[in-house]
């Protein structure tokens, strides 16, 4: 029996991820993602013939990891349908879902589909993918080979590779972009900083670089609280040696002051510099530091930046182009498409991977 990838969201733009596996008469989701903010439209799971009894429901859903674009539309997905996620994952579901374990690495069958699980390197129990159909079907979920906490597992070989494209050609190398940063924050001027973060990811690899760096910097509460979680944690989810070195880390109190410490760096949730003790700061007329986003820009931080109020300069947690060719080229992939960008750059990603390269949203095996 034929095997059909549909992509319902996710191609051709930074959009909710949604990929639908169609495999001997049953139905696989990668992914329920929602909206990168509130105000988006995100409509992808309407039509999908969900009304509980159709023939056309979904047989299962299997999430990534627990980023909104990734895990925020299960709250619209009828509860009757089973889910499958890591127990780190499983933390981010609406409350009372009920969900069955993936494992961090390793294999499990679904629906009669044989599926390997391995650690994706972008987010706390955050994966890949690897279906065993029509010669494998890889996806990648979001994912780094850069991150200073996450691992990233190689994958088995797979004739298609459905791989996070979020930065599009873009490929810089993380150690340019640290030392962007780092002129940055010890210019001539004696100058405090704030980072907007997320608490489970870039806090605390920015932290590890900071110290590294031995650039006085601080973590508010939220972030700590993560910090702690992590040394709880198994430790074969985060890269060798990292929980020691997070277990030796030496903060500043978050409660000292800029007086005393003038180039204190202050990590801070929320990214998006609302709410949170980065929210507060933003608004605090008497906080004089500069503000450095370095992820994923919202309106918010897009009209800072705009009103000279703040900078960006990138933190890779996503691939680099040359992350992808080196990725598509281990899984000796025949196809690849590449998902949660534009495709402006059509002649561009024709050239980085010439006949392999895929713009299709439905696709027969
Ligand atoms: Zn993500």
Not at 114 to 131: E, F, K, N, V
Request: proline share 7%; hydrophobic share 40%; charged share 20%.
């Amino acid at each position: 029996m034929s095997i059909k990838v549909e992509i319902i969201s996710g191609l051709g733009e930074k959009a909710p991820a949604a990929i639908l596996i169609h495999a001997h008469g049953r139905r696989l989701l990668l992914d329920a993602g929602g909206p990168m903010q509130p105000d988006e439209p995100c409509d992808w799971y309407l039509g999908l013939g969900l009304a509980q009894g159709q023939d056309q429901s979904i047989d299962a859903i299997l999430i990534s990891h627990d980023h909104v674009d990734h895990i925020g539309s299960v709250r619209w997905l009828p509860d009757y349908i089973p889910l499958y996620c890591t127990a780190q994952v499983a933390r981010s579901l609406p409350s009372g879902r009920l969900w069955h374990p993936l494992p961090t690495r390793g294999e499990i069958e679904i629906e009669g589909v044989r599926i390997t699980c391995g650690q994706a390197g972008h987010s706390l129990g955050g994966l890949w993918l690897h279906l065993d159909l029509a010669g494998g079907i890889f996806y990648s979920g979001d994912f780094s080979t850069e991150s200073l906490l996450y691992p990233f597992d190689q994958p088995p070989p797979a004739d298609l590779a459905l791989l996070d494209a979020s930065y599009g050609t873009y490929d810089t190398d993380q150690t340019e972009c640290r030392q962007a940063l780092l002129e940055r924050l010890t210019g001539p001027t004696l100058i405090p900083t704030l980072l907007p973060v997320p608490p489970s990811g870039r806090a605390l690899e920015l932290a590890l670089w900071c110290q590294a760096q031995q650039i006085e910097w601080a973590l508010d509460p939220v972030c700590e609280g993560f910090m702690q979680a992590l040394l709880q944690l198994s430790p074969d989810l985060l890269l060798p040696g990292v929980q020691t070195q997070l277990s030796q880390l030496t903060p500043i109190p978050w409660h000292a002051r800029e007086s005393d410490h003038p180039r204190l760096i202050r990590l801070a949730a929320n990214a998006n510099g609302i709410g949170g003790e980065s929210g507060r700061l933003i608004e605090d007329e008497s906080y004089t530091g500069q503000v450095i986003y370095t992820g994923y820009t919202p309106a918010k931080a897009r009209a800072d930046i705009a009103a000279g109020r703040a900078k960006w300069l990138r933190w890779n947690v996503h691939p680099r182009l040359s992350d992808l060719q080196n990725l598509a080229d281990d899984l000796s992939a025949s196809q690849v498409i590449p998902l949660f960008c534009s495709m402006q750059q059509t002649e561009r990603w024709k050239k980085a991977f010439g006949e392999r390269f895929i713009y299709e949203s439905a696709l027969h095996l």
